[in-house]
């Protein structure tokens, strides 16, 4: 199917729509008045959705918006601009008391369980406590936690211990029970496994899948795992320096990526098959992430991007539907990943004959060189537009 672009929606179909968030923080000076002289632009115009009953992955290097985007959809950080809207309703210009009652709808678990636990109270009142606040404590509440419990896998009798008497698996069990006590149909999960030993990250993952299956819970599962990621979605939003770059199925995502820093990020993936894991060519991305305070003109990727041209700089590229709402934001979308891997690499190499004082040319060259039979590639101008 031909490239469009995306219709700027005039109604809000999905069960939570985000559209255009905008989220900055003012940056202080010294002194006595403290004058703002700065903005740390953390979510810059990010538009997305969740259906009921699946899963949406959010993926990207550290510092680049993920959780601000999910504290900012819950409303604990009040969004610059933009929408965020829940069945219809929309949440940027709700009192704080109405947004207390959609926050029943709309919960998050943290990465780390024992920090977002109150070590002073025991498993029924951490549990039973968001039960009191909204009203619902009646007198069969312990029962009602004590069935939560069970359905994260704990049993009733947990509930008189103390966070410090469980393994971090339990912990965020516990975690997800609270999150669960108002029967909600949307979790933020943010980094919800990240913090647990590999060895129990996967008990973790299927719990939550179990429990999306039984009660039809929307996830916004925001992860740098690339394999969890890719195991647990339905669809996939890839996110650099505040921006949405590219979003559609997992598979289109994982199988035909389009922008070029989701082939990037997912050249760094361990392959599972230890024959692919060999051969498996990665992209080094050469510079250091931009900062947010400044972030560059046009597409905020160009200052890493090997097919980068002066497009790029002028132009922010407009988010376009490659087919099926897999939308890329790029001037010059990826098309063959072998021939794109190897103009990154020569990129690289490249970039380092004439970035890095301390090696010889002679050495610089030689890298180039091997690059280039490695890749058994032809010689010459690479990376240019089109691609
Ligand atoms: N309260 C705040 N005040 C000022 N800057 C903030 C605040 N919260 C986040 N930021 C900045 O906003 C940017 C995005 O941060 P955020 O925590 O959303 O990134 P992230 O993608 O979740 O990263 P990580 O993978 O490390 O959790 C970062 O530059 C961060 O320093
Ligand atoms: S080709 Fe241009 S628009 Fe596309 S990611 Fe690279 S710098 Fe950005
Ligand atoms: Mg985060």
Same mark, same amino acid.
């Given at each position: 199917?031909?490239?469009?672009?995306?219709?700027?929606?005039?109604?809000?179909?999905?069960?939570?729509?985000?559209?255009?968030?905008?989220?900055?923080?003012?940056?202080?000076?010294?002194?006595?008045?403290?004058?703002?002289?700065?903005?740390?632009?953390?979510?810059?115009?990010?538009?997305?959705? =969740? !259906?009921?009953?699946?899963?949406? @992955? *959010? %993926?990207?290097?550290?510092?680049?918006?993920?959780? +601000?985007? $999910?504290? &900012?959809?819950?409303?604990?950080?009040?969004?610059?601009?933009?929408?965020?809207?829940?069945?219809?309703?929309?949440?940027?210009?709700?009192?704080?008391?109405?947004?207390?009652?959609?926050?029943?709808?709309?919960?998050?678990?943290?990465?780390?369980?024992?920090?977002?636990?109150?070590?002073?109270?025991?498993?029924?009142?951490?549990?039973?406590?968001?039960?009191?606040?909204?009203?619902?404590?009646?007198?069969?509440?312990?029962?009602?936690?004590?069935?939560?419990?069970?359905?994260?896998?704990?049993?009733?009798?947990?509930?008189?211990?103390?966070?410090?008497?469980?393994?971090?698996?339990?912990?965020?069990?516990?975690?997800?029970?609270?999150?669960?006590?108002?029967?909600?149909?949307?979790?933020?999960?943010?980094?919800?496994?990240?913090? =647990? !030993?590999?060895?129990?990250?996967? @008990? *973790? %993952?299927?719990?939550?899948?179990?429990?999306?299956? +039984?009660? $039809?819970? &929307?996830?916004?599962?925001?992860?740098?795992?690339?394999?969890?990621?890719?195991?647990?979605?339905?669809?996939?939003?890839?996110?650099?320096?505040?921006?949405?770059?590219?979003?559609?199925?997992?598979?289109?995502?994982?199988?035909?990526?389009?922008?070029?820093?989701?082939?990037?990020?997912?050249?760094?993936?361990?392959?599972?098959?230890?024959?692919?894991?060999?051969?498996?060519?990665?992209?080094?991305?050469?510079?250091?992430?931009?900062?947010?305070?400044?972030?560059?003109?046009?597409?905020?990727?160009?200052?890493?991007?090997?097919?980068?041209?002066?497009?790029?700089?002028?132009?922010?590229?407009?988010?376009?539907?490659?087919?099926?709402?897999?939308?890329?934001?790029?001037?010059?979308?990826?098309?063959?990943?072998?021939?794109?891997?190897?103009?990154?690499?020569?990129?690289?190499?490249?970039?380092?004959?004439?970035?890095?004082?301390?090696?010889?040319?002679?050495? &610089?060259?030689?890298?180039?060189?091997?690059?280039?039979?490695?890749?058994?590639?032809?010689?010459?101008?690479?990376?240019?537009?089109?691609?």
């Amino acid at each position: 199917m031909s490239a469009q672009a995306v219709p700027t929606p005039s109604s809000y179909e999905h069960l939570l729509d985000v559209h255009d968030l905008v989220m900055e923080f003012p940056v202080k000076g010294g002194g006595i008045f403290r004058k703002v002289i700065g903005k740390v632009q953390a979510v810059s115009g990010v538009t997305m959705y =969740l !259906d009921a009953g699946e899963t949406l @992955g *959010v %993926v990207g290097e550290s510092g680049c918006g993920k959780s +601000t985007t $999910g504290r &900012a959809i819950l409303q604990l950080h009040k969004p610059t601009s933009g929408s965020v809207t829940l069945r219809g309703k929309e949440l940027t210009t709700m009192s704080n008391e109405d947004l207390r009652g959609v926050r029943r709808n709309l919960q998050i678990v943290f990465q780390d369980p024992y920090a977002s636990l109150n070590p002073k109270m025991p498993v029924n009142d951490i549990i039973g406590e968001a039960l009191k606040i909204h009203g619902l404590w009646e007198k069969d509440g312990l029962d009602r936690v004590g069935d939560l419990l069970k359905l994260v896998g704990l049993s009733p009798e947990h509930g008189n211990r103390y966070p410090h008497e469980f393994s971090g698996g339990q912990r965020q069990r516990i975690g997800i029970a609270r999150a669960l006590a108002l029967e909600p149909e949307v979790l933020i999960l943010d980094e919800p496994v990240s913090a =647990l !030993d590999v060895s129990v990250q996967a @008990g *973790v %993952v299927n719990l939550l899948e179990d429990l999306q299956d +039984t009660l $039809g819970l &929307a996830y916004f599962f925001i992860a740098h795992d690339l394999s969890v990621i890719r195991h647990i979605s339905d669809r996939i939003a890839v996110m650099y320096l505040g921006k949405v770059v590219e979003t559609g199925t997992r598979d289109a995502v994982y199988n035909e990526p389009k922008h070029p820093y989701t082939v990037a990020l997912l050249s760094a993936a361990p392959e599972a098959d230890p024959n692919s894991e060999r051969s498996r060519q990665r992209i080094m991305l050469t510079g250091d992430v931009p900062s947010p305070l400044n972030p560059p003109s046009g597409c905020r990727f160009r200052t890493r991007c090997w097919k980068a041209q002066d497009i790029c700089a002028a132009e922010e590229p407009p988010p376009i539907d490659h087919g099926g709402g897999h939308l890329v934001a790029c001037h010059f979308p990826v098309t063959d990943i072998s021939k794109e891997t190897a103009s990154a690499a020569l990129h690289a190499a490249r970039g380092f004959s004439s970035g890095d004082p301390r090696e010889g040319r002679q050495e &610089a060259l030689r890298r180039v060189e091997s690059v280039e039979s490695a890749l058994d590639i032809a010689k010459g101008p690479v990376g240019g537009g089109g691609g």
